[in-house]
T-cell receptor, first 114, second 115 residues
C-alpha cells in the first residue's frame, strides 16, 4: 500500500496521559500536514512540516501539542496530558511539494479520552 | 470565522441524475480549490481541483466550476451513482502568498444517491 499510513487507527487514553500519533507519508512525498476533525465539523489545519522542519504551526494549540518529522521515520503528533476535548479524528496528509498539489490523506487516528 | 462554507448539510438525488454541491468562500486570496469525498471511518479522498486561473476543470463524471467574482465553486457529478453516496468537502488554499499550502475546509455536505 503506497498511500499515507497512520497508526494506530484507534487510540484510547485516560485524562492526563500522553497520546502519540504516527504518520508515514506517501512514497516520494516530503510535505506532511496534520488536521483534526471534531464531531460534526470539517477538518481543521494544525501543522505543516517538511523533513526536520516545522513550516507552519498556526493551527496547533499553544500548549500540550507538538509535532515532528525527523530525518528518518514517520511524522509524530504528540499530545501531552490529554483532556476530554482532545477526543477527535486526527488526519495526516502528504504532498509531493507545496503549491498547487493535492494533499493525499491517511485514514486517520480516532482518539478517545476516557 | 468560517472562510469556506458549505451551506447545504445534505443532498439527495436519484441515480443517473446530476448532483450539484456548492461551496462559498470569503477570502479573496484563495487561489487553489479542491473537492474531497469521505466515507465513514476513512480519510478524505481527493477528487478534483481547480486553480484560480481557470473557471472549469473536468475529470470524467466530475466537473468543478469556479466563479471568482461570486467567490463560489460547485462540484457537478453526472451521472450520479449509488457509490457516490458520501460526505463531500470543499477545501481552499492560499498558495500564492502563504506558501504553506494548508487547506481550509468547509463543513461538508452529505450526498445520498438513491437507486
Amino acid at each position: 500500500n503506497a498511500g499515507v499510513m497512520q497508526n494506530p487507527r484507534h487510540l484510547v487514553r485516560r485524562r492526563g496521559q500522553e497520546a502519540r500519533l504516527r504518520c508515514s507519508p506517501m512514497k516520494g512525498h516530503s510535505h506532511v500536514y496534520w488536521y483534526r476533525q471534531l464531531p460534526e465539523e470539517g477538518l481543521k489545519f494544525m501543522v505543516y512540516l517538511q523533513k526536520e522542519n516545522i513550516i507552519d504551526e498556526s493551527g496547533m494549540p499553544k500548549e500540550r501539542f507538538s509535532a515532528e518529522f525527523p530525518k528518518e521515520g514517520p511524522s509524530i503528533l504528540r499530545i501531552q496530558q490529554v483532556v476530554r476535548g482532545d477526543s477527535a479524528a486526527y488526519f495526516c496528509a502528504s504532498s509531493r511539494q507545496e503549491g498547487n498539489q493535492p494533499q493525499h490523506f491517511g485514514d486517520g487516528t480516532r482518539l478517545s479520552i476516557l | 470565522d468560517q472562510q469556506v462554507k458549505q451551506n447545504s448539510p445534505s443532498l439527495s438525488v436519484q441515480e443517473g441524475r446530476i448532483s450539484i454541491l456548492n461551496c462559498d468562500y470569503t477570502n479573496s486570496m484563495f487561489d487553489y480549490f479542491l473537492w474531497y469525498k469521505k466515507y465513514p471511518a476513512e480519510g478524505p479522498t481527493f477528487l478534483i481541483s481547480i486553480s484560480s486561473i481557470k473557471d472549469k476543470n473536468e475529470d470524467g463524471r466530475f466537473t468543478v466550476f469556479l466563479n471568482k467574482s461570486a467567490k463560489h465553486l460547485s462540484l457537478h457529478i453526472v451521472p450520479s451513482q449509488p457509490g457516490d453516496s458520501a460526505v463531500y468537502f470543499c477545501a481552499a488554499s492560499d498558495v500564492g502568498s502563504s506558501n504553506t499550502g494548508k487547506l481550509i475546509f468547509g463543513q461538508g455536505t452529505t450526498l445520498q444517491v438513491k437507486p
